[in-house]
Nanobody, 117 residues
Framework: QVQLVESGGGLVQPGGSLRLSCAASGLTFSGYNMRWYRQAPGKERELVAF???????NYADSMKGRFTISRDNAKSTVYLQMNSLKPEDTAVYFC???????????WGQGTQVTVSS
């Protein structure tokens, strides 16, 4: 059974940092492109960051320079380092795994990030 388990969310003040983790199990992690999405109340889910199986990365414009996605294939884990957090970064953050070459993907359950003073 495939599981993606996010952790690391919480309450942080504006300007602060958080590091999210997503631990995968039940799949061959190295064969999956990984993404972080987020969904704020009343808004659609949006892509935050992407990392390929080979380590190439891409970010939504509003996250460039503040967020860093990385992966550790040995630990089957993807990370999202978030710096200079803003209140508008408040959302539930979801991990997404997409198998390369076929239409097969999985979602985590999400972790809440709240940026507030």
């Amino acid at each position: 059974q495939v599981q993606l388990v996010e952790s690391g969310g919480g309450l942080v003040q504006p300007g602060g940092s958080l590091r999210l983790s997503c631990a995968a199990s039940g799949l061959t992690f190295s064969g999956y492109n990984m993404r972080w999405y987020r969904q704020a109340p009343g808004k659609e889910r949006e892509l935050v960051a992407f990392i390929s199986t080979g380590g190439s990365t891409n970010y939504a414009d509003s996250m460039k320079g503040r967020f860093t996605i990385s992966r550790d294939n040995a630990k089957s884990t993807v990370y999202l380092q978030m710096n200079s957090l803003k209140p508008e970064d408040t959302a539930v953050y979801f991990c997404h795994a997409a198998r390369v070459g076929i239409s097969l993907y999985y979602w985590g359950q999400g972790t809440q990030v709240t940026v507030s003073s």
